[in-house]
């Protein structure tokens, strides 16, 4: 699904859009079977509705609160904020975008990058929003996923991306399209090192950033029902001039063709993830006997401009 | 094939349809051959005028032209001794892909080559230029016995993208680029690209990862087609023009933006015109920089693959508006 196609999403959360016509009040609606929730008993069950079991679209933030340990996420890169180097202008200015995506989610672009413990147990973290401009990536989208990963390789940890996108970002073209190689480049690089990557789709995961890091897990995990695909389900359409099948790019659909290894209930998403770090990395017995485990060779990748931003923003 | 034209170059259709009318009628007379000379330099004048200025759709408009050179043209006329292979050894023989070994200017080479055809049957044949995932997978299987027996790879990107179709999304579109993407930073042999018509978005990339990425003049590449851009940025694909400015698509924009290394000229109008010129011309700045990538050590071509890519993007370093927190 396109990003701009967005299935209206009612979150309880500040800074969310919030039709004007669903009063601020004790109930939302389920974005899927339209039954009305206490909104409390949504949250308790992180946006997945009790009625027809739809996982909500949560914004990295939450997505955080759900996966973290308390208190061990530390956000890099915060800095990172994009620029309209192309001067894209169709009916709104690109740049004018990037401002409702700031004024919207209190945030820079599409992703929040960190490290954080995950059942006390290490690991670098690229989490897209669906919220700033359809997930999309663009540059710092890609170059964010990249530092992810380098910092995964400097300090030999995991690197887990959740993603939420509806694939490149048109408004910076051709600079958009190779965030898919420099994402792929890195996932190239992890492989060389023999670092762990655990990638997690969540609704939506499709187009560029489906066909580059998003699909060069280790392991694959997605949300039940998510939307998970190359192409837009229109353009298919248009295409083969027929219907789709049932189910079409679900990921349990996606599973079933052999392309998704785990698709796991939000509730359960944590303790999967604990399991596989510890079975790929923490419990392995490669990655103990290859010292601490914690050596800062390689860091050398990361670009001295980021080492000298970062320890600004240390002082 | 006979030269086909759009609605924008209807000065140069009619120009030429006047030569040739004049040149039909069987006369030596002076006043005959002074008429010829004028119509001569009356479509010299309108060729000038329509290919010397070309927007940026007009540009996406030559790049698909049925007589345009295609992938299997360029290959014929660029090497010798070719032996094509088949298959990805595990579903299918994609046609829209053409893989094989070659001989390029004394260089023995795998070439990969996204066709298109010029009638329906071709065009059926090559799918229109649009892979499957069998593709892709043919690909790297290909690229893969470059990378085992140390042979550079020549990539012909034309591609209007990766096909949107059920089964290509059931065999796992994404994955497969994915992996080629991937995959081709680990090649320690030089990948020489050149988009030679269309580079329509991860269709392109999936086989577009170069240590040099070369770009014929009128080639597009982008992250989506005009159109595509337009039906969802206008909600109307009638602003494929506008858009085709706004996505920075020419070989001109992305050379400014570091995305290839060397424009390839074409003959006035396109290369279609003049296709001897246009072999010649792209076999030419493939020779030149085949010849460069061969002086690196393996090591060195699969560095310098990654460091290009590693570099792309623009972004800010905004350390006054980073989440607090
Ligand atoms: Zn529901």
């Known amino acids: 699904m396109p990003w701009f196609e967005k299935k209206p999403k009612f979150s309880s959360l500040p800074g969310a859009v919030r039709p004007s016509n669903v009063p601020e009040g004790l109930y939302e609606k389920c974005p899927d079977c339209y039954s009305m929730i206490y909104r409390k008993e949504f949250e308790e069950n992180l946006h997945v509705c009790p009625k027809c079991h739809y996982h909500a679209r949560v914004s990295a933030r939450e997505r955080i609160v759900m996966l973290v340990d308390p208190g061990t996420f530390q956000e890099d890169n915060s800095h990172l904020s994009p620029v309209d180097k192309l001067q894209f202008e169709a009916k709104k200015k690109y740049s004018k975008q990037i401002e409702e995506g700031r004024k919207k989610t209190g945030q820079l672009d599409a992703i929040v990058s960190g490290i954080g413990k995950i059942h006390g147990k290490t690991a670098s973290l690229a989490i897209m929003d669906f919220t700033f401009l359809g997930g999309s990536m663009g540059s710092v989208v890609g170059e964010k996923v990249t530092r992810a990963m380098e910092r995964a390789l400097a300090e030999r940890i995991p690197v887990i991306t959740v993603t939420a996108t509806g694939g490149a970002r048109m408004m910076e073209s051709i600079l958009s399209l190779m965030q898919m190689a420099k994402t792929s480049a890195l996932c190239a690089e ?63 659909f996606v599973q079933e063709h052999g392309f998704v290894d785990i698709v796991c ?24 006997s290859d010292g601490n485990g914690r050596s800062r060779a390689g860091s050398e990748r990361s670009s001295k401009k980021t080492q000298a931003v970062e320890q600004a923003v240390a002082q | 094939m006979a030269i086909s034209y759009y609605e924008f170059e209807k000065p140069v259709q009619q120009a030429q349809d006047k030569l040739d009318k004049a040149l039909a009628k ?65 579903y299918a023989d994609d046609k829209a892909v053409l893989c094989g070994f070659a001989q390029f200017r004394g260089v023995s080479c795998v ?25 892709y997978r043919k690909a790297l299987r290909t690229m893969k016995l470059a990378d085992k027996f140390g042979l550079p790879v020549l990539v012909f990107i034309d591609t209007p993208g990766a096909y949107p179709g059920v089964q290509a999304e059931e065999r796992g579109q994404f994955e497969a680029i994915a992996r080629n993407i991937r995959e081709m930073f680990t090649f320690t042999v030089p990948v020489l690209c050149s988009v030679i018509g269309e580079g329509a978005s991860g269709g392109a990339i999936g086989i577009g990862v170069g240590n040099v990425v070369l770009m014929l003049e009128n080639a597009w590449y982008s992250v989506i087609s005009p159109e595509g851009c337009a039906s969802i940025l206008w909600r109307d694909a009638q602003f494929a023009p506008q858009a085709a400015e706004a996505l920075k698509l020419t070989a001109q924009d992305l050379l400014e933006l570091k995305i290839v290394e060397e424009i390839v000229p074409e003959p006035l109008g396109g290369a279609h015109y003049d296709p001897d010129t246009a072999y010649a011309n792209l076999g030419d700045a493939m020779q030149r920089q085949l010849t460069q990538l061969l002086k690196l050590s393996p090591d060195e071509l699969r560095e310098q693959r990654f460091a290009k890519y590693r570099a792309v993007g623009e972004w800010e370093e905004n350390l006054a508006e980073q989440t607090k927190g």
């Open chain 1, 190 to 252: 992890l492989d060389r090192a023999g670092i762990p990557f655990i990638s997690v789709l969540s609704d939506p995961s499709t187009a560029g950033v489906m066909a580059s890091f998003a699909a060069l897990g280790d392991v694959i995990i997605a949300e039940p029902r998510c939307l998970v695909g190359f192409a837009g389900r229109r353009v298919i359409e248009q295409t083969v001039r027929e219907h789709l099948p049932k189910g079409f790019q679900t990921a349990e």
């Open chain 2, 111 to 135: 070439v990969i080559g996204q066709c298109k055809g010029r009638e329906v049957k071709e065009n059926l044949k090559y799918n229109f230029g649009m892979m499957h995932p069998e593709g």
């Open chain 2, 26 to 90: 069987d006369r030596q007379d002076e006043k005959h051959l002074r008429e010829i000379q004028k119509l001569e330099t009356e479509l010299e004048q309108a060729r000038h005028e329509i290919y010397g200025n070309l927007t940026p759709f007009q540009r996406v408009l030559i790049a698909r032209k049925p007589e345009r050179p295609h992938a299997q043209d360029y290959i014929k006329a660029l090497t010798t001794e070719f032996q094509e292979i088949h298959g990805d050894r595990g």
């Open chain 1, 265 to 288: 209930e939000r509730r359960e998403l944590r303790g999967v993830l604990a399991r596989l770090l510890n079975h790929l990395w923490y419990a392995s017995p490669k990655r103990k």
